[in-house]
Nanobody, 120 residues
Framework: EVQLVESGGGLVQPGGSLRLSCAAS????????MTWVRQVPGKGLEWVSTISEGGGSTRYTDSVKGRFTISRDNAKNTLYLQMNSLKPEDSAVYYC?????????????WGQGTQVTVSS
C-alpha cells in the first residue's frame, strides 16, 4: 500500500524559508518520479514541482522558479521541497505524489498534507 507522509510545514513570515519532507513507503521509491502539489482552501490542486526517478531532472511551475528546490534521497525514501523567499500566495496545504508532471492528477493515495502559512 502506497503511503506518503508530508511534514515540515508551519507559519513563516514573508521572505522566510521552510523545508518540506515526504516520507514514502509501500512502493519502490527510486523507480518513480515524484511530484509536489498544493491546494488553497476552496480551490483545486495546483502542480508545483516534479523530480525524475534519479533526481537528475527537475521541473517547476513558473511562480516558484528560483525560490523552490525539489530534491530526493532514494536511500531514505524521502522527497524534499526547500522553499525560500516565501510569499503569502505560497500559503497552502502541500502534498506529494509518486507521479510525474503529466499524470499526477491520476494519483489517489493522497496523504494528510502539510500546511504552509506565510503571513506577517
Amino acid at each position: 500500500e502506497v503511503q506518503l507522509v508530508e511534514s515540515g510545514g508551519g507559519l513563516v513570515q514573508p521572505g522566510g524559508s521552510l523545508r518540506l519532507s515526504c516520507a514514502a513507503s509501500g512502493f519502490t521509491f527510486f523507480s518513480f518520479p515524484m511530484t509536489w502539489v498544493r491546494q488553497v482552501p476552496g480551490k483545486g490542486l495546483e502542480w508545483v514541482s516534479t523530480i525524475s526517478e534519479g533526481g537528475g531532472s527537475t521541473r517547476y511551475t513558473d511562480s516558484v522558479k528560483g525560490r523552490f528546490t525539489i530534491s530526493r534521497d532514494n536511500a531514505k525514501n524521502t522527497l524534499y521541497l526547500q522553499m525560500n523567499s516565501l510569499k503569502p500566495e505560497d500559503s497552502a496545504v502541500y502534498y506529494c505524489a509518486n507521479r510525474g508532471e503529466t499524470n499526477w492528477s491520476d494519483f489517489a493515495s493522497w496523504g494528510q498534507g502539510t500546511q504552509v502559512t506565510v503571513s506577517s
